[in-house]
């Protein structure tokens, strides 16, 4: 069975810090990982990892993905309240294209 | 683009009513998934449809829950009889398969369900 687990489940930090999302994953015929963030509504896409060692890059996000490792990190720097969400990890693989599954998220706080 | 719709977004019932919930999928998009999220499980894959045909259902919990895509842009995920550990938010997501590349699912903004 697929397996995705991400840490810390929940970090507590303040504005301008930097943080680090960890998010292993175990699965057959492995083709994408893709990260979400859920504020308090629908999960919105950051980013889509194939490949890796390429890094994906979005303002302060960037994410990086270790496929021998079977693990990726999203990086976010100089943090802002507006951050403070939910962040899901998920991977797509096995038989079914197209299928996803979800880790459990991290909860990120931003104070100000 | 209206993105994913879903409807109703809240739904308060119960125990023993039947619930509708209904998506309609961003056009052109030909694959079609039905998440429920918990607090306690998180989110789940209940089942999915590729070109209106359902290809995985494992996730579905038991028969009180069904789904159908009469057609490329309406789904229903139905729950008869409903029970309150039914109470969850259930999202719609869909996504474009172009060949040679990936993409990512887009998803509704839900349906709060609550069942008495």
């Known amino acids: 069975e697929d397996k995705v687990v991400q840490s810390p489940l929940s970090l507590v930090v303040h504005e301008g810090d930097t943080v680090t999302l960890n998010c292993s994953y175990e699965?057959?015929?492995?083709?994408?990982l893709l990260w979400y963030k859920q504020e308090k509504k629908a999960p919105t896409f950051l980013f889509m990892l194939t490949s890796s060692g390429i890094e994906k890059k979005s303002g302060r996000l960037s994410s990086i993905l270790d496929k021998k490792e079977l693990f990726s990190i999203l990086n976010i720097t100089a943090t802002q309240t507006g951050d403070s969400a939910v962040y899901l990890c998920?991977?797509?693989?096995?038989?079914?294209?197209?299928?996803?599954?979800f880790g459990q998220g991290t909860i990120l706080t931003v104070h100000p | 683009d209206a993105g994913v719709i879903q409807s109703p977004r809240h739904e308060v019932t119960e125990m023993g009513q039947e619930v509708t919930l209904r998506c309609k999928p961003i056009s052109g998009h030909d694959y079609l998934f039905w998440y429920r999220q918990t607090m306690m499980r998180g989110l789940e894959l209940l089942i999915y449809?590729?070109?209106?045909?359902?290809?995985?259902d494992s996730g579905m919990p038991e028969d009180r829950f069904s789904a159908k895509m009469p057609n490329a842009s309406f789904s229903t995920l139905k729950i008869q009889p409903s029970e309150p550990r039914d109470s969850a938010v259930y999202f719609c997501?869909?996504?474009?398969?172009?060949?040679?590349?990936?993409?990512?699912?887009?998803f509704g903004p839900g349906t709060r369900l609550t069942v008495l």
């Open positions: 449809f590729n070109n209106n045909v359902p290809i995985d």
């Open positions: 998920a991977v797509e693989g096995g038989t079914s294209y197209g299928k996803l599954t």
């Open positions: 699965v057959t015929n492995f083709r994408s």
């Open positions: 997501a869909s996504r474009r398969r172009l060949a040679g590349t990936y993409n990512e699912q887009f």
